[in-house]
């Protein structure tokens, strides 16, 4: 009997081997329990953040109607962009399947379309995953944060919406791009591109329903000024925007990495019933072997 391929090296080899992949399903799996954990809480950071941002946005935009006409450097869009600087959030770790590699890939393209446009590039990355390769390609980096992309909290978003927000007031960049993985579901997280500053005047228009609920609810009396609230509250809502695609990108990363280690047990699995196979020929050969190697001994005797 001929088996196929180094699979039959010996019995002993391949139970080995099946040892060796069994101890991987095992880990993979843990991984994907573990990931399963983090998701539900990610998610429940998720849905718990989302009314205040919700209820920043309203505010937002009451306050810009009081405040009228208003120039503020958030709110300044620039026509002349010669500087963009693009974020790209990314893990600490790998295992998460394509996570990373289409943030990053997405992010690249950024750069290609802007340098194409004439605009120079400069990067302010979260994650290892971002910085090693940032680094490697030697990009201009201005900064990077790691450590925590698995559990990111408000002050770490804070640190990134300051230093983005300084760096556009000071005229350092004309332009911000914040590009992470909006999580759908745990089966899908979606590559989004979001422009972080300037603020869209957009946000801060309501609609003529709100116009006309405003109008009856009658006048309020700010203070300080509605200007003061406004200047106060923008670079609120820009660490806000930063912390929901921190959280976005946190349960993004733990849904990839569940369903790249389900996807690994399940090869495990597969591979595991391949080599049961091969083991179970190699050792009916041996068997076969032996049988035809007593009748041969045999024949010698009684000729």
């Known amino acids: 009997m001929e088996l196929d391929g180094p699979l039959v090296a010996s019995v002993q ?160 960049v004309d332009k911000v791009l914040v590009v992470y993985n909006a999580f759908v579901s745990a089966l899908t997280q979606k590559v989004t591109v979001r422009e972080l500053l300037p603020i869209s005047q957009e946000l801060l228009e309501t609609s003529g329903e709100d116009r006309e609920q405003d109008r009856l609810r009658g006048d309020f009396i700010f203070e300080p000024e509605p200007e003061e609230i406004l200047e106060r509250l923008l670079p609120v809502y820009v660490e806000t925007e930063v912390y929901r695609a921190l959280l976005e990108s946190a349960a993004s990363e733990q849904g990839a990495r569940m369903t790249a280690m389900r996807n690994a047990s399940k090869a495990a699995g597969e591979l595991i019933d391949t080599l049961t196979l091969a083991m179970n020929r190699a050792r009916q050969a041996e068997i076969t072997q032996e049988i035809l190697e007593v009748v041969a001994g045999a024949d010698a005797l009684t000729a």
């Open 13 to 172: 080899d391949i139970k080995r081997r099946i040892r060796s992949v069994r101890n991987t399903r095992k880990i993979t799996r843990a991984m994907e329990l573990v990931a399963a954990a983090k998701l539900r809480k990610a998610q429940a950071r998720i849905e718990a953040m989302r009314p205040y941002a919700d209820r920043m946005l309203e505010l937002m935009a009451g306050v810009s109607q009081a405040a009228g006409a208003v120039r503020l450097p958030l709110l300044e869009r620039r026509e002349n962009v010669q500087k963009v600087a693009i974020v790209p959030v990314t893990a600490d770790r790998g295992l998460a399947g394509g996570f990373n590699a289409q943030v990053i890939r997405r992010a690249l393209a950024l750069q290609r379309e802007a340098r194409a446009a004439g605009q120079e590039v400069v990067w302010f990355s979260t994650g290892r995953k971002a910085a090693s390769t940032l680094r490697f390609r030697r990009l201009n980096v201005v900064q990077s944060w790691t450590g925590f992309s698995e559990r990111p909290a408000y002050s770490d978003a804070q640190a990134l919406a300051h230093a983005v927000a300084e760096a556009y007031v000071q005229g350092e």
